[in-house]
């Protein structure tokens, strides 16, 4: 499993995941664990959606306040 395992580490390092679980997630691959490397992996997917979510409830407040002040500013 020497390359699954190094793409494993390339694909988690590339998204700039724990160093902590990059070593965990490939460790459990190259000892033949594959449902303890899935939970790494689904972890750090959860991880990156909740980064995502919180970024679009930003761009969303953003965008609300640019509607806003083109609204009240264009009625004085």
């Known amino acids: 499993?020497?390359?699954l395992s190094e793409d494993v580490e390339r694909c988690l390092c590339s998204c700039?995941?724990?160093s902590s679980a990059v070593t965990r997630a490939r460790c459990?691959?190259?000892e033949g664990r594959p449902r303890e490397t899935?939970?790494?992996l689904l972890d750090?997917?959860?991880r990156l959606l909740d980064e995502l979510h919180a970024s679009q409830r930003g761009i969303d407040a953003i965008d609300h306040m640019l509607h806003r002040v083109?609204?009240?500013c264009d009625a004085r």
């Open 16 to 18: 700039a995941c724990d």
């Open 38 to 40: 899935k939970r790494v």
């Open 44 to 46: 750090e997917r959860q």
């Open 70 to 72: 083109s609204t009240e």
């Open 1 to 3: 499993m020497g390359e």
């Open 28 to 30: 459990a691959c190259e």
